[in-house]
Each structure stands twice: as structure tokens, then as C-alpha cells.
């Protein structure tokens, strides 16, 4: 056990947070970059640092990856600092920015990088800051989920600012891009590649931290994720065992559904395995199975405790997130859901889901039913969004077959020189999560 | 795959019959392309064994190097090739219009629009199957680096003139062909799957044999027996009857008809080289005359069949109308051809051999951005491709029911009719969602309002998969506080909107290669010229 496992996990987080401030604020190094596991604190991190920027006179951008994350963060700003004049710099298309903003005296909107000038904070998409032009560049930036930006996101923004803090999580999906880009495979800066292993390739000497704390991930999650998905890393809850717990006031009707839950309420996890059969994506019967698990959850009156109050707060449909890997899939459920009445639930693919918090997830299996293991369904970064959303119990629909499908199937990508390879690849990380999802096994036949 | 392909092939395997993809053809066509049938040494990469090359279907130009791995006669191929390919690439270069293109003024900074030359035709580069895009790859990077004797005297092994110029080219043609819907070069079995799903898999769609077979069966045969005897069928000496569309050989005729007659040349050669007087010499040199002529006719047995095949492809896709936004997208190609030569004729040195990180992301975007309107365009021109989009959920069709008039609010208001659309396609539509319809070739933009409470018709008592839209117009219905006429759809009227936009935006503009910020290397610095590539032990095996 090394020294710093010693420490409670506040006194480990504050440490590492400390060290980034110190880094960046008084630094020397043109960027620090800092990897951040689920939940571990990174928007609190970003807003605490554009804080304290701002405090020490220092002009400074923020560059987040969509509307969504922009809107978030200036409205955690102004939670947190009312009196700071903060710039939303949007898009000219319609509803470019959440009207929510409007109701903030301190902040000011515009589409034009001038009208903006001289504010402490300007934040913005990085779409929308590559159109800026500026003659005098701003004197410090933070690239928020810089791992999901593509280094020619950054190429195009990276004249605006001195120094920068890139933040973000390696262990989420990769960026993409919807045509080949196998011609730069293995040159430091291909385009499609993400923005920190560009930066790092050409800047290894720049200070890198990790927060080694998930406050979202309940102790049950926490190693498994760990274990998974960042193997060389490692993180752990902020939570303990016993920190947390999810209680039912109906119980249970003997159905697996409610077996599930209940099996998930206890452990934190929870398999509900459907016989093995080659289905369509939109397999009927696993999105029914999901649609049921949803609709239990809420009819049982749940209740969540958890640190933040001490009294139960009721498991509400807002805290509920149903994940998927396909976008049609997403809409059956969605459309399965409103007809057994559920329509608040939120649900959608990995790549949306990204950065969001639930206090229940159910997600549908991306290998569930398939014939073949693809790259796409076995990205590491699409299991691990789904399984690291939620802060007391993730239940996992799936047709049985999956880790012989996976034996079927070992990765067969092509192996680029000069690409660093990622560890875990997502043979060995789905591996894992099935291995311990097995010991929560609930077998139904619908 | 999407469902409507998964469909087509299905009911490809049920008939036997490959059924079309596409109402219209997706990719231009040239009137005269110049088709290029190359074949492969196996054990060596990029080094030809011969090639049918020719824009004229009756008079195809053999070129043969009988002996793939000396380099003497692999350069005299591609001087012959080139010799074959410039001039034709040359026949494009003159005949040229007048156009307009924005420049940045390099002393004002400002936009502004400059008098250009723009090629009024292009060539275009007609290869049997993907293999043959790359191989036109691989021998335009084999070549571009090459020195003339005229460049550098002092280096041995100097390639023939007009080398170097034709690897320029074929570079040129090759990275083109990575930009979604160009046509410079083409490979024929990637548009002709584009255009006709057949009952086999996409791999096996790559063997022009089979796909034909498939396509156009020969005789009354399904397409499925057609199909798998153009892959295996052999004639008494183990000789595929099909041969492969290349550039790689069937192993069998390299093993039993290839190597004799390739050693038999080497022999003759070697026996030649040995001859004692003039009268030996003679002899000898009917000899390999001979050896060499039997080469050739291998080659030609080879290639002959895929160069038929080849233009049987062409004139199955001639038969199929040009789709709408076919020409644009070949203008675009044609801006591509004349850009390069330009650069060749102002003297630049050739392609780098790796992008900097500015051309990399640059043309990553562009491809990206031609991916989207590819799509677009592609739906918008094919009611058969849009009807794969619907299928998806992406677009809807139906009959406009109802037409209310609103207006915007504010000081001037503007016409924003509320139109009620009745589809039987199953569309997720978000809150304010919006969604586009083509007027006159223009995207029309309007908001999904709700879905409509039907009093009596569909509802609770309606056909069951059929739904009522309500969509607010937002523009293109002209600067009055009335519609311009024909501007709103009325009741009775079929429409089919997207979910998808119909023009791509533009994408910001990069910093130039010597502003590439720190966090990607920095300026890489005043360009260096390219050495030409050294000579290696395999230069000169």
C-alpha cells in the first residue's frame, strides 16, 4: 500500500487539485494536463481553476466540446461567483445557448468574439472559437474534455491562447471521424486523433496529473471501473460501503425485473440475462426487458441515500438513465418506455451520456444479441461511459453469450506503427465487466 | 449496413438477380476514360508485371515487363505508361473556361474574387476494383521521387524522363480518389456496388467476375451459380476461367504458366548474352523474341477478360440517367485537376511524402464535409436512396393536409405557416426539431411543432403506423409579410423533409502551416525540397 492510500480520499483529491493550481498559476510549463476518471470533480476543478485565473487578473478562454458542457459551466460559475462578468460567446443559429443564462445579470451573450473583449471569462464551444481571430492571444486557456476533442480541433484554436489547462477523461470514447484517416496513422499529429496525445507527442515534458478520486462512483463501482478501464491508473470511491444505499418501499413481485433491482440495490450491479439468441440491434425483447426495469424502478418507490443528505431522496425519473450503443436503439426504448407511460427518463447512446450523472443506469448491452464483436461495440470508452454514470446501481441487460462471442471474436484491428496502443483494449476490459457482472446474475426468460 | 441494403440483398438472394440500389448514377462518367488494367509480381511490392491501358475499347495498349524484377525493364513500362498517360491527361489541360475563385489579397487581407482558369473537362482514371486505386497509389509514390538524368546526372539509375511527372500524377489521382464522391479515378466494383446490392458479401462484391455475374448474369442463370463459377471454375490446366481483376494473380498461373515462361525468358537472356558470333546471336535472339512473346500473350490472356469486363461495367452504369448533383460534384473534380496542374506547370516540387500537420487536418475537413453533402446530395437525387433514409428514420414523406397562416412576432412580422403534414414513415423528431425540404434546389428550414391530435382521421381509429406532423416554415418565403407564391406547400401537395441539412457548412479557417501552433510542433520550418529516394539494395537486385 503506498503512502498516499494512507490519506482519506478528501485529503488525496485536495492534494492533487492543489498541485494543479500550483501548475498552472504559477507554472512554467505552456500546458498541464490532467486525467480525470469518472466523476472525480473535473467540472468542479475547471470552474475552481477559471476562478482563481480570473481572481489573479489573467484574461481567460474556456473551450468545452458542446453547447451543453459550455451552458454547465457558465452556470456553475455564476453559482459560484455571481459578481464575475463571464462572456458566453455562441453561435448565430437558434436557441444557441440555454435561456437559463438570460437570467444572469453578470453574464453577457454575444455571437461575436469583440462584444466580448476584456471580460475575465469567455467560454465556448471549439467549433465556434475557430472562427475568432484575434491579434492578442489570450493569456491562459482550460481545454475541458480535451480527450474527446480531435487534434484538429485544437490546431484550430490553439493560436488564441499562451498556456492551457487541458482536462478530460482518457478512459471515455475517442473522438472520431466519419471518413478513413489510416494515411496519418502514427504521425504525431494526425487530425483524427485526440488532443492530448498530439500535445503530449510534441510537448512530453508538460506537467500531468490525475485526480485520484471518483466522488460520483458508489465503493461497489469504483474498483471494478478501476480495474477495467484504467488499469495503470488507478482511482478509487470517495464513498464508502456503507456510505450509500438504495431501499424499495414495494417489494418484491418475483419477476426477474424486480429480482434485478433488487439484486443491484444490493451490490450495485445487476445482470438481468436474457436467453442467447442473434437478434436485430433493436432485439424486441431486451428493449422490453429494459422498458420493465425502468418502469419497476420507479413504480417501487426507491429511495436513495447517499452523503449529501441525510435523510432518503426519492429515486425519481430525473435520476434514472437508461444507455444504449446505437441511436435506434435509444428510440425504441424511448418509444417502448412511453408506452408503459414512462416519458421523463433519460435516454440515449454512450456518446451523449458522456459527463452526466444518474443515481440508477440500465444499459443495454452493446455486444447483447450480436453475431459479430466489431470495433465499434468493442470500444473500451463505450462500456466504460455506460458502466461509470451512475452513483448507486448500474443494471446491465444482455443476451447470455456475450464472453463467447468475445472468444469468437479477438480484436483483429490493424496495427499502425508509430500509434501508441491503448491499454485496456476492449476484449480484455469487457472481459472483466462480464466476469463480475456473472456474480450478479439474474437469468429471465420474458 | 442500413436496413433498405440489407433488404435489397436479401431479395437479391431470393431472385437471384442483384437489385438496384440507385435510380440514377451517382458519379460521373466520363466520355472517354482511359481504362487501367495493371497486374502484380507476387513477392514484391510495386513492381508490375504488365498492364492493359486505353481510353479506345477496341484498342487496349499491352505493356508487359517479362521480367518483373529487372529494373530496367520495369522503368521502360512506366516510361511507356507514361507515354500513354500524360498525353491523355495532357488532352484536358488546354481546353479551359473562365471562372471566379476567392483569394485572400495578400495586401489588404480581404476577400476577393480573382479571374482563373478552370479545365472545362478532366480526365478520369477507370481501375477494375480497390486494390487497383491502391496500386495506382503505390506506383505514383514508387515514382514521384525518382530523378531524371536531365535533374541529377551525377546519381545512378536514372529513372526516364516523364517518369517522375507520371508519379506526380498518379499520386494526385490517388489522393483524390480518398475525397467522398469524386470521380478522378474510380474503382468500377465500388461504384457498381454502389449502385446494384447483390446476394453475396461486400468483400465478395470486390471480384468484378462475381459482381457482374450477379448484375448481369450470363444466359438464364442465377446470379449465385453465375457468381461462384466466375470465382472458381477452371479449365483443363488448372487455369481460372475468370481471371482475377488484379493487380495480384491467381497463384496457380504463377505457379504452372508464369515461372516457366519467365525462366525460359531469363534462359534465352542469359544464352543470348553468351553468343559467340553474330550468327549464335541471331538465333538466340529469335529465341527471346520468342520467350518474350509468349510472356506477353500470358499477360494479355490475363488481362484481356477483366478489360471486357471493365467496360461491360461502364456501360451498365451509362444506362442509368446522371443524378442531379452529379455535375457539381465533378466540377469540383475538375477544380482538383486544374489546381494540380497548375502547381506542376509553375515547377513545385512533388507531393511531400507525409502531410504537414496543417494539409492533414485540412484535408480531413474537406473530405469529412464532402462525406456529408455526398450523403445529402445523394438522397436528394434518388428517391430510392431517399427512401433508405426514411427507412432510417432520417427523412419523412407524406401529403400535406392543412396550411395555417401565423406570423412572427416583433415589429415586422413574418410568414410562419403552420403545416400539417400526414407520413406513414416512423421519424424521432425532438422538441423544435428541425427539419428540410428541397425548393427549388434550395433547403427550405422549418420547426417540428407537435404531432397533431387527428379529429377522425388516423387517431386512435387510424391505421396504426401513420402519423399527423405539424411543422412551422421558418424561411425562403421571401422579405413580404406574404409568402411568395410557391414558397409554402399546400394542401394536397406531396413533401418529403430531411433531418438532415442538405449544404454542409464551411469549416474554420486553419492556421497556415508556418503559424502551426506549440501544441502541434510548431512552424516545421522553411520548407526543405524533397530528396529523391536513395537507392537501396533493392534498387538493384
Not at chain 1, 87 to 94: I, P, V
Not at chain 2, 55 to 73: E, G, I
Not at chain 2, 430 to 448: H, I
Amino acid at each position: 500500500m503506498t503512502i498516499e492510500a494512507v490519506f482519506d480520499a478528501g485529503t488525496a483529491a485536495t492534494r492533487a487539485t492543489d498541485a494543479i493550481l500550483r501548475d498552472t498559476l504559477h507554472g512554467t510549463a505552456r500546458g498541464v494536463v490532467v486525467d480525470s476518471p469518472p466523476g472525480a470533480g473535473k467540472s468542479t476543478l475547471v470552474v475552481r481553476a477559471a476562478l482563481e485565473l480570473a481572481d489573479a487578473g489573467r484574461p481567460l478562454m474556456v473551450v468545452a466540446q458542446t453547447n451543453a458542457q459550455v451552458d454547465d459551466l457558465v452556470l456553475r460559475l455564476a453559482e459560484k461567483n455571481p459578481e464575475l462578468p463571464v462572456g458566453r460567446l455562441h453561435s448565430s443559429d437558434t436557441d444557441a445557448y440555454d435561456k437559463t443564462l438570460d437570467g444572469l445579470p453578470n453574464v453577457r451573450k454575444s455571437a461575436k468574439a469583440g462584444d466580448l473583449a476584456g471580460l475575465p471569462v469567455v467560454i465556448s464551444t471549439a467549433a465556434k472559437w475557430a472562427h475568432v481571430k484575434t491579434d492578442e492571444p489570450w493569456r491562459h486557456a482550460i481545454v475541458d474534455e480535451a480527450y474527446q476533442m480531435r487534434s484538429d480541433g485544437l490546431l484550430a484554436v490553439a493560436g488564441l491562447f499562451e498556456r492551457a489547462l487541458f482536462v478530460g477523461d482518457p478512459g471515455q470514447l475517442d473522438p472520431f471521424a466519419i471518413v478513413g484517416s489510416e494515411q496519418w496513422a502514427g504521425l504525431s499529429y494526425d487530425p483524427s486523433a485526440s488532443a492530448v496525445s498530439t500535445l503530449l507527442a510534441h510537448n512530453p515534458d508538460l506537467p500531468q496529473h490525475r485526480l485520484p478520486v471518483s466522488w460520483r462512483l458508489p465503493a461497489s463501482a469504483a474498483p471494478l471501473v478501476s480495474d477495467a478501464f484504467y488499469p495503470y491508473t488507478p482511482f478509487r470511491s470517495g464513498t464508502g460501503p456503507g456510505d450509500r444505499a438504495l431501499s424499495f418501499g414495494v417489494p418484491s413481485d418475483g419477476s426477474g425485473p424486480d429480482r434485478v433491482i433488487d439484486e443491484a440495490a444490493e451490490s450495485g450491479w445487476g445482470l438481468l440475462e436474457l436467453p442467447a439468441r442473434h437478434t436485430p440491434r433493436t432485439d424486441p425483447e431486451a428493449v422490453r426487458a429494459v422498458a420493465s426495469v425502468v418502469r419497476r424502478l420507479l413504480d417501487r418507490g426507491g429511495a436513495a441515500t447517499s452523503e449529501r443528505s441525510p435523510a432518503p431522496t426519492p429515486l425519481t425519473a430525473d435520476r434514472v438513465a437508461v444507455g444504449t450503443a446505437h441511436r435506434d436503439q435509444a428510440a425504441a426504448v424511448r418509444a417502448a418506455l412511453a408506452e408503459l407511460g414512462v416519458t421523463e427518463v433519460t435516454v440515449d447512446t454512450a456518446n451523449r451520456l458522456q459527463g452526466r450523472e444518474y443515481d440508477v443506469t440500465v444499459i443495454l448491452h452493446p455486444l447483447s444479441g450480436r453475431p459479430d464483436a466489431t470495433a465499434f461495440h468493442l470500444e473500451t470508452g463505450r462500456l466504460c461511459v455506460l458502466a461509470s454514470r451512475h452513483r448507486h446501481a448500474c443494471i446491465v441487460v444482455c443476451r447470455a453469450g456475450v464472453t463467447d462471442l468475445l472468444d469468437a471474436y479477438p480484436s483483429t484491428e490493424p496495427v499502425q506503427l508509430g500509434t501508441a496502443v491503448k491499454f485496456p483494449d476492449g476484449w480484455e476490459a469487457n472481459h472483466a465487466v462480464l466476469a463480475h457482472l456473472a456474480e450478479h446474475r439474474v437469468g429471465w426468460r420474458p | 449496413m442500413s436496413l433498405i441494403a440489407t433488404l435489397a440483398r436479401l431479395e437479391a438472394v431470393s431472385t437471384g438477380r442483384a437489385r438496384p440500389t440507385a435510380t440514377v448514377r451517382h458519379r460521373h462518367l466520363s466520355e472517354r476514360p482511359l481504362v487501367f488494367v495493371p497486374l502484380t509480381t507476387a513477392g514484391e511490392a510495386g513492381a508490375p508485371l504488365g498492364a492493359l491501358v486505353g481510353s479506345d475499347r477496341d484498342a487496349p495498349r499491352l505493356l508487359v515487363v517479362a521480367q518483373p524484377r529487372d529494373r530496367d525493364l520495369r522503368f521502360a513500362f512506366l516510361a511507356e505508361l507514361a507515354d500513354i498517360v500524360l498525353p491523355y491527361i495532357d488532352s484536358y489541360a488546354d481546353a479551359v473556361e473562365a471562372a471566379e475563385r476567392s483569394e485572400t489579397d495578400p495586401e489588404t487581407g480581404k476577400r476577393v474574387k480573382v479571374e482563373v482558369e478552370l479545365c472545362s473537362d478532366a480526365p478520369q482514371l477507370i481501375v477494375p476494383s480497390r486494390a487497383g486505386v491502391e496500386y495506382v497509389r503505390l506506383l505514383g509514390r514508387s515514382m514521384r521521387f525518382r530523378r531524371t538524368a536531365e535533374q541529377d546526372p551525377q546519381t545512378p539509375y536514372p529513372a526516364p524522363p516523364r517518369v517522375p511527372l507520371l508519379g506526380r500524377w498518379l499520386t494526385h489521382f490517388g489522393e483524390r480518389s480518398r475525397v467522398p464522391g469524386s470521380s478522378l479515378l474510380l474503382a468500377l466494383t465500388e461504384v457498381l456496388g454502389r449502385h446494384w446490392a447483390t446476394g453475396q458479401s461486400s468483400l465478395e462484391d470486390q471480384h468484378l467476375g462475381a459482381l457482374l455475374a450477379w448484375i448481369a448474369p450470363p444466359g438464364g442463370d442465377g446470379g449465385a451459380e453465375a457468381a461462384l463459377r466466375a470465382e472458381l471454375a477452371r479449365d483443363d490446366k488448372g487455369q481460372l476461367l475468370c481471371p482475377p481483376a488484379g493487380p495480384a494473380t491467381d497463384p496457380a498461373f504463377d505457379n504452372k504458366l508464369l515461372a516457366p515462361a519467365i525462366e525460359r525468358y531469363d534462359r534465352a537472356r542469359t544464352a543470348l548474352a553468351a553468343a559467340e558470333d553474330g550468327l549464335q546471336a541471331d538465333d538466340r535472339l529469335g529465341e527471346l523474341t520468342a520467350a518474350e512473346r509468349a510472356i506477353h500473350e500470358l499477360v494479355l490472356s490475363r488481362t484481356l477478360p477483366t478489360w471486357e469486363k471493365v467496360w461491360q461495367g461502364l456501360d451498365l452504369l451509362r444506362e442509368l440517367p446522371e443524378g442531379a448533383h452529379v455535375e457539381e460534384r465533378w466540377t469540383r473534380d475538375r477544380w482538383s485537376f486544374t489546381g494540380h496542374r497548375d502547381r506542376v506547370v509553375a515547377g513545385e516540387p512533388p507531393q511531400p511524402r507525409r502531410d504537414d500537420a496543417v494539409t492533414a487536418a485540412n484535408k480531413l475537413a474537406t473530405r469529412e464535409r464532402e462525406q456529408g453533402r455526398l450523403d445529402a446530395q445523394e438522397a436528394l437525387d434518388d428517391p430510392l436512396v431517399m427512401a433508405g433514409r426514411r427507412l432510417a428514420g432520417e427523412a419523412f414523406a407524406g401529403e400535406v393536409v392543412d396550411v395555417v397562416m401565423t406570423y412572427s412576432e416583433g415589429k415586422r412580422p413574418s410568414p410562419r405557416p403552420l403545416v400539417t403534414v400526414r407520413t406513414d414513415d416512423r421519424t424521432h423528431l425532438g422538441e423544435r426539431a428541425r427539419v428540410f425540404r428541397s425548393l427549388g434546389g434550395k433547403p427550405q428550414a422549418a420547426e417540428f411543432v407537435r404531432r397533431a391530435d387527428p379529429d377522425g382521421a388516423g387517431g386512435e381509429d387510424g391505421p396504426e403506423d401513420e402519423s399527423l406532423l405539424v411543422l412551422r416554415i421558418v424561411d425562403k418565403m421571401g422579405r413580404g409579410k406574404e409568402p411568395e407564391e410557391g414558397s409554402v406547400p399546400e394542401k394536397g401537395d406531396r413533401v418529403c423533409f430531411t433531418l438532415f441539412e442538405h449544404e454542409q457548412r464551411g469549416g474554420a479557417k486553419l492556421p497556415d502551416p508556418e503559424d502551426t501552433p506549440w501544441t502541434h510542433g510548431g512552424p516545421p520550418g522553411e520548407p526543405v525540397p524533397e530528396t529523391a529516394d536513395s537507392v537501396t539494395e533493392e534498387d538493384t537486385l
